[in-house]
């Protein structure tokens, strides 16, 4: 275990066991790691913290965690045991109340076979997890615990808290769809009595099987309720068994899972496999290793031989082939997709014969990459003697967002997920000749015909009539006088001007203040340290870095986590631990209840020790950054504990308190102003050139 999670089971900083190590001569010593990340045996830190007084017990979710990180075989192999221990507890608990009622070394003889029966009974014979090796009895101790775990929050919620945990302490490792966009992709696929579309109802009315071919985690598949059946397939055996493990903790519904390349050995291929009711898919991007050239003659081509360059439109043609007549398949898409010049053959087929029904533009930062605005694709499989519909549903989400960062962790995810649903529900339920109503710069329906000129150009913000500039006349006008009174805010907040004379006196000498440090200060009890994880149960909304850095409000949601967050209260001083910039932000009422989100340092000051004006104001002082700061190859990470800031008494604290809080006003308005004067200069833009606003 890490010095992180030696302070996660004291429930102090990581400052504090430093200072423990150095203090403390029969401190534990390195087993592994390197000289500045050093690994200690847990055995040994508990026994030492019990000594010590200051742990009386390892809380159960730690001490299950711990065997997770402690496994021979690795994290994965880990979770994927006790995952099938939590399958065999919630499946035939009397098997395994049995197993577990006798020793070690006898319960380790018998879940060999157990396990194999339960894994064999819902996930069919061939199954990605193969057959369970005899167990060391040393094993046991870990899976007892996480019985334990799971009787304190569930079986799934036990290997939810695990795998999660394996997530964010991987984070490189895994390209994971937020579970918003999942909910939103799951919306999309199921179908809707009245449809005119072959669809067998409401979902949960009638079988309903759903098949995700790059499944992951098993996140999209996770999202689609009422499933009687899903089947999932990824290229990483550790994947395919944990998704499969995920969705079998979920519900009684039958997991068929399959371990290989869905486009080389499509393990639910025609006509072996029955077809699915709906396909959802987040499919590796821009892989021109994707089978190309053996995959050649592949009768999945219906719509034509995808180019090398053109992954997606292969893993859309894999999707259309395994649903059945009628079936809906949702996949998120590059932008680029829609419009390249290589691909513009299979766009085309696809609008002739009424496969592809709908594209949506979803704002920066749905899903991983977050910077690139991606999309969604919905597509039928047609019917022979269907008509294909006249039109193809465009739709454009960027405006209806709050700022960047994460789509499904933003406050507007929500504006999102509603505009969407409402227009294909719309599109949907109009039959061949879709009538839904246009939302300039939000949606529209746009004749296939019109679609199909030299370039088959599908972004939808290309064929979406523009919105009123501004908002409209009467929004420019109130933007304007907004903008007139935080200027005039602006300067009342002016700091004042040096004297006239100044600039004729020597220049000061600095005076040279005892300084301190915020580590000194948090081993002092002075102030307490926290890091923001930005996950944990409720609804409690998210400051993100964003956020700190821009000085908005709280704008993200909570990953789900069985943990309570940590939630901001008036006077805390959050700061971001990379970009390089001095930023502190002292929370204020509007603030306060946020949970503190990933990438951030929280200062929690004792109100009778430390101003935490005072405190923001010298954290943000850009020397003081410099020195406290680290730099990588591309990035530069801030040392909290490092910072410095003066030995005052309170009262002069105060002091130089009120000066930094009058600087923040300043800036706040500032902030504001510039905001309003992009808005209103981009309406006036946009007003002359549709002709809304005259230049006279």
């Not at 009628?326 to 590059?334: C, E, I, K, S």
């Not at 939302?439 to 599908?458: E, F, Q």
């Not at 850009?622 to 190859?633: P, V």
Request: charged share 20%; net charge neutral.
């Amino acid at each position: 275990m890490t010095a992180a999670e030696i302070a996660r089971l004291a429930g102090v900083g990581r400052a504090a066991v430093s200072n423990w190590r150095r203090r403390h001569a029969d401190f534990p010593r390195p087993v592994g790691g390197t000289e500045t990340s050093p690994s200690f045996a847990l055995a040994q830190v508990t026994d030492w913290l019990r000594a010590q007084g200051k742990l009386a017990e390892v809380p159960l979710r730690e001490r299950v965690w711990q065997y997770v990180t402690a496994h021979p075989g690795g994290s994965v192999a880990a979770l994927v045991k006790a995952g099938s221990a939590l399958l065999l507890v919630r499946d035939r608990p009397r098997e395994w109340l049995e197993a577990a009622a006798v020793s070690d070394e006898r319960m380790a003889t018998l879940l060999a076979p157990a396990l194999d029966r339960v894994l064999a009974l819902r996930f069919g014979p061939a199954h990605p997890l193969g057959a369970t090796a005899p167990l060391p009895s040393a094993s046991v101790p870990f899976l007892r615990a996480a019985a334990e775990l799971a009787a304190e929050l569930g079986t799934r919620g036990a290997f939810e808290f695990l795998l999660g945990r394996h997530l964010e302490a991987n984070p490189r490792q895994y390209t994971l769809t937020p579970d918003g966009l999942a909910l939103l992709m799951a919306a999309l696929a199921r179908p809707h009595s009245g449809a005119g579309t072959g669809s067998t109802g409401a979902a949960g009315a009638a079988p309903f099987t759903v098949l995700d071919p790059a499944c992951g985690t098993g996140t999209l598949l996770r999202a689609v309720p009422g499933a009687t059946t899903r089947y999932a397939q990824d290229s990483s055996p550790e994947l395919a068994s944990l998704a499969a493990l995920r969705l079998a903790l979920q519900s009684d519904a039958p997991v068929r899972a399959a371990a290989a390349d869905s486009l080389r050995a499509d393990a639910f291929a025609r006509p072996a496999a029955e077809p699915v009711d709906a396909v959802l898919c987040h499919p590796p991007f821009n892989e021109r290793n994707w089978g190309h050239e053996e995959l050649a003659y592949d009768p999945r081509w219906e719509y034509g031989l995808p180019a090398r360059a053109e992954s997606e439109l292969a893993w859309v043609q894999h999707a259309l082939a395994h649903l059945r007549e009628g079936g809906t398949a949702v996949l998120l898409m590059p932008p680029a997709a829609a419009a390249r010049r290589s691909g513009r053959r299979i766009r085309a087929d696809l609008l002739r014969r009424g496969a592809l029904r709908a594209v949506v533009a979803l704002p920066a930062g749905a899903a991983p990459p977050y910077g690139i605005p991606l999309h969604l694709w919905v597509l039928r499989r047609p019917a022979p003697q269907a008509a294909p519909p006249a039109g193809l549903l465009l739709v454009d989400t960027a405006a209806l967002a709050d700022g960047p960062g994460p789509g499904p962790g933003r406050a507007g995810w929500a504006a999102v997920h509603s505009a969407v649903e409402e227009a294909w529900t719309a599109y949907e339920r109009g039959g061949p000749a879709p009538d839904v109503p246009d939302v300039p710069g939000v949606r529209r329906v746009v004749p296939v015909v019109d679609l199909l000129d030299d370039d088959v150009d599908l972004t939808p913000a290309r064929h979406l009539p523009p919105p009123a500039a501004g908002g409209g006349l009467a929004e420019l006008t109130a933007v304007r006088d907004r903008l007139d009174s935080t200027l005039t805010r602006a300067a009342r907040l002016t700091p004042p001007a040096p004297p006239a004379d100044a600039k004729d006196r020597p220049a000061a000498v600095p005076a040279r203040l005892p300084l301190t440090t915020v580590g000194e200060l948090a081993r002092a009890g002075a102030l307490l340290l926290y890091t923001g994880t930005g996950s944990g149960a409720g609804r409690a909304p998210v400051l993100t870095e964003y956020d700190v850095s821009a000085g908005t409000g709280p704008s993200g949601t909570l990953a789900a986590a069985a943990e309570q967050p940590l939630l901001t209260a008036p006077g805390d001083v959050v700061v971001p631990l990379t970009g390089g910039a001095g930023v502190a932000r002292v929370v204020d009422a509007a603030t306060a209840g946020a949970a503190l989100g990933r990438g951030l340092q929280l200062l929690r000051p004792d109100p009778a020790a430390l101003d935490p004006w005072f405190l923001a104001g010298f954290l943000r002082a850009t020397a003081n950054n410099r020195r406290a700061s680290s730099h990588a190859s591309t990035t530069t990470r801030l040392d909290v504990r490092r910072l410095e800031l003066p030995r005052l008494p309170r009262t002069e604290q105060e002091v130089y308190g009120a000066r930094f809080r009058a600087l923040a006003e300043f800036e706040d308005a500032l902030r504001l102003a510039a905001r309003l004067g992009e808005q209103l200069v981009q309406g006036l833009y946009d007003g002359l050139s549709d002709g809304t606003v005259r230049p006279d």
